[in-house]
């Protein structure tokens, strides 16, 4: 029964009852519903007459032919004419869609012969106990039936829907929709708990259990993943090709907000990739350091002012100069191999590494900031800039 603050009453009938209930202000953006049960044939003439009045565009029907039995209020076939009281009802078109029918009907006024056309969306995927199995099919409904609604002449005018009774799915339905308009429109996704309390407070068992409830968190959290998707935000989500992970399943969608939204839609892989590439990679570095190969100063040969080069896997040279001319002291001890890295060079990450958002932290990674110079550095003889040993022959020394 629906509550006396917002029902729809009949305003040229006798009796101007009928079991339907407006759905107003959800969100901002929803458009206004009205829910009613699945006409039967006693009612047939007071149904079409509300949609009259109401001058309904878009009509739901969220039964399948099997639930529908016998009461089917509307023609099934192009040619046929249903009368129901004042207004003669016929079908213009008829289209089979996934997950559900589109039908073109008309209704004329049998007196002054004006006529309208409702588009009748019925889905027929929704079973006769419990939910869907997954959303996917019922957002994809929902979305075409926004774009319906869009198209009407007046957006304020109500779209109409009923299931068997006009609760439990009817409720879930208008939830969603106006929770998916909400999305649509740029304002985010709303606390359904409290739109939920909304919707409950304009007819009575609107939502009925709390599997139904919770399906509308799954069908709001999945369309969010995909809308999210679609704007290029996140990387990894649902599509409406997918279904949800049932109760029982382990899967679920597994996502990475630092990859998401620093290294934008191509995420580490690829970044590493293309370091890989131009050869930046701690893998190349160490391999290019293994393949040099080690030079020992003191064994190059030099004659006349030619360095031989001898094929070993050791390079070795020689110096033999004329006894006039200064000796050249060897400093192997000063010169580093290529083989040889700086202790620091070993602490610091490579580049991949740093990439990466799991291996990212606060703490130094270097010594580098821990080292203090003291006296002993400037004492001590080491370093290139020392002066080995002194020659009177040569005037630099």
Same mark, same amino acid.
């Not at 509300?50 to 009461?71: A, N, R, Y």
């Not at 999945?222 to 649902?238: K, P, S, V």
């Not at 020689?318 to 001319?325: L, M």
């Given at each position: 029964?629906?509550?006396?603050?917002?029902?729809?009453?009949? !305003?040229?009938?006798?009796?101007?009852? !009928?079991?339907?209930?407006?759905?107003?202000?959800?969100?901002?953006? *929803?458009?206004?519903?009205?829910?009613?049960?699945?006409?039967?044939?006693?009612?047939?003439?007071?149904?079409?007459?509300?949609?009259?009045?109401?001058?309904?565009?878009?009509?739901?029907?969220?039964?399948?032919?099997?639930?529908?039995?016998?009461?089917?209020y509307f023609p099934k076939e192009r040619g046929q004419v249903l009368t129901c009281g004042a207004y003669e009802i016929s079908?213009?078109?008829?289209?089979?869609?996934?997950?559900?029918?589109?039908?073109?009907?008309?209704?004329?006024?049998?007196?002054?012969?004006?006529?309208?056309v409702v588009v009748h969306l019925q889905f027929t995927q929704w079973p006769s106990s419990g939910v869907p199995q997954s959303p996917a099919p019922l957002l994809q409904f929902i979305s075409d039936v926004i774009s319906y609604q869009k198209q009407q002449r007046n957006l304020l005018r109500p779209v109409v829907v009923h299931c068997s009774a006009g609760i439990g799915r009817s409720g879930c339905f208008c939830l969603i929709t106006a929770l998916v308009t909400e999305m649509n429109s740029g304002h985010g996704p709303r606390d359904v708990a409290q739109i939920a309390g909304t919707v409950s407070q304009q007819r009575k068992f609107l939502i009925q259990?709390?599997?139904?409830?919770?399906?509308?968190?799954?069908?709001?959290?999945?369309?969010?993943?995909?809308?999210?998707?679609?704007?290029? !935000?996140?990387?990894?989500?649902?599509s409406f090709d997918?279904?949800?992970?049932? *109760?029982?399943?382990?899967?679920?969608?597994?996502?990475?907000?630092?990859?998401?939204?620093?290294?934008?839609?191509?995420?580490?892989?690829?970044?590493?990739?293309?370091?890989?590439?131009?050869?930046?990679?701690?893998?190349?570095?160490?391999?290019?350091?293994?393949?040099?190969?080690?030079?020992?100063?003191?064994?190059?040969?030099?004659?006349?002012?030619?360095?031989?080069?001898?094929?070993?896997?050791? !390079?070795?040279?020689?110096?033999?100069?004329?006894?006039?001319?200064?000796?050249?002291?060897?400093?192997?001890?000063?010169?580093?191999?290529?083989?040889?890295?700086?202790?620091?060079?070993?602490?610091l990450p490579s580049i991949t590494s740093l990439l990466d958002p799991s291996n990212f932290t606060l703490d130094s990674t270097s010594s580098l900031a821990k080292r203090k110079i003291t006296k002993e550095n400037f004492a001590s003889s080491k370093g290139s800039l020392s002066t080995s040993s002194s020659d009177s022959a040569d005037p630099l020394s």
């Open positions: 029964m629906p509550y006396d603050s917002n029902r729809v009453k009949l !305003i040229s009938a006798k009796d101007d009852y !009928i079991n339907a209930s407006y759905l107003k202000d959800m969100c901002p953006s *929803s458009p206004v519903f009205v829910i009613t049960q699945s006409p039967l044939p006693a009612t047939f003439s007071d149904f079409w007459l509300m949609v009259w009045e109401q001058q309904v565009e878009t009509l739901i029907c969220l039964l399948s032919d099997t639930e529908l039995k016998s009461h089917v079908l213009h078109n008829h289209k089979e869609k996934n997950g559900f029918v589109e039908r073109m009907i008309n209704i004329t006024h049998i007196k002054n012969r004006t006529s309208r259990e709390k599997e139904q409830l919770k399906f509308c968190y799954d069908a709001v959290l999945y369309y969010a993943q995909d809308l999210l998707m679609r704007r290029g !935000i996140l990387t990894t989500r649902a997918d279904k949800l992970p049932g *109760s029982g399943s382990t899967n679920s969608h597994v996502r990475h907000p630092s990859e998401d939204f620093i290294l934008g839609s191509g995420g580490l892989a690829k970044l590493q990739s293309g370091i890989a590439k131009m050869g930046l990679s701690s893998e190349n570095e160490k391999d290019i350091s293994k393949s040099e190969p080690s030079v020992n100063k003191s064994s190059l040969p030099v004659s006349n002012g030619n360095i031989s080069v001898e094929n070993s896997t050791e !390079i070795s040279t020689t110096v033999t100069k004329p006894s006039s001319e200064p000796t050249i002291i060897s400093t192997d001890a000063e010169t580093p191999t290529a083989d040889k890295k700086d202790p620091i060079d070993k602490n």
